[in-house]
């Protein structure tokens, strides 16, 4: 921090008009950061050390108190515990990051403002459908291992564990995971080479991030999720698509690892009408801009 300068308020609000920016920029618009690219693999670097270092907060006191602890199992409440640390902290770093030299922050520079609800919705559609459709092909020709992330969320132990487990992997992730790598990562590497190489690098970095809960093979489709949804924020200008598309095609794993069938749409409607409550609220308390996105 330089401080020589006075620290800028955390997110705050934007009502400046938006920028139209063009569709080969390599800049983003005057509504977006004007961060370093360097700042992107720091940001990760930084998220992960802080999820690890919480974790151990969380744990080292646990373990003390008697919990059982050991290398290959933890149990479920503090496996919850740390992935939403995990979560919190990704936000936590590219705030940090963004304000680095003095920088005014504001929402609006990550995403945090509306767009036209029709066409994002049906651009989410598009970018979900084209990801599954990869996923199913890709599935179907390597044969992938089902995830063990419920079971280690203890899903089917309690009811209490399973509604956490719901709310973490639907709501808390989709928060956290879009505000680092659409929000922030995404919009600093598209200073250095533009859109498409920002959104094939931030697509890599997502997939990797994934290796620790998902099987081998399951990160490349999740890269591809993630190159998606990076040329989804770019053309809406906005990340509530892309956290509302994360919600449900989280919502669709989650679900169809339980073995639902209708719970699943209502797991989806449940999660995203929290995730619009959210929304509303950090609208109302002038954190999150009201003016509508620039689209690309």
């Not at 330089?2 to 800028?8: F, K, V």
């Not at 979560?87 to 936590?92: C, E, I, K, Q």
Request: glycine share 10%.
């Amino acid at each position: 921090m330089d401080a020589s300068r006075s620290t800028p308020p955390l997110l705050a609000h934007d009502e400046g008009p938006p920028a139209s920016p063009g569709t080969g920029d390599r800049r983003p618009s005057s509504s977006a950061g004007d961060w370093s690219p360097w700042f992107a693999p720091l940001a990760l670097v930084a998220g992960l050390v802080l999820a690890t270092v919480g974790a151990l907060i969380i744990d080292v006191p646990a373990a003390a108190l008697g919990v059982d602890i050991n290398a290959k199992h933890l149990p479920p409440g503090l496996v919850i515990a740390d992935t939403a640390v995990q979560d919190a902290g990704f936000v936590g770093v590219a705030i940090f990051f963004a304000q680095v030299g003095g920088r005014a922050v504001s929402a609006a520079m990550f995403g945090l403002r509306p767009t036209r609800l029709r066409r994002a919705a049906w651009l989410a559609f598009v970018t979900l459908a084209g990801f599954l459709l990869f996923s199913l092909i890709w599935t179907s020709i390597f044969h992938t291992k089902e995830e063990k992330l419920l079971e280690q969320l203890g899903t089917n132990k309690s009811a209490l564990l399973l509604v956490l487990s719901a709310a973490l992997t639907c709501v808390a992730a989709p928060i956290g995971e879009e505000f680092l790598f659409r929000g922030f990562i995404f919009t600093a590497l598209r200073n250095w080479r533009g859109v498409w190489p920002a959104a094939a690098i931030t697509g890599l970095l997502f997939g990797a991030v994934h290796a620790g809960s998902a099987p081998a093979l399951d990160l490349v489709p999740l890269a591809v999720l993630g190159f998606g949804l990076c040329l989804l924020y770019r053309v809406t200008g906005s990340l509530y698509p892309c956290i509302a598309a994360h919600c449900v095609n989280n919502s669709l794993a989650f679900g169809s690892l339980e073995g639902w069938s209708w719970q699943i749409a209502v797991l989806m409607a449940s999660s995203l009408l929290v995730l619009s409550l959210l929304a509303l609220v950090l609208t109302r308390v002038g954190i999150a801009a009201r003016v509508p996105a620039p689209s690309g």
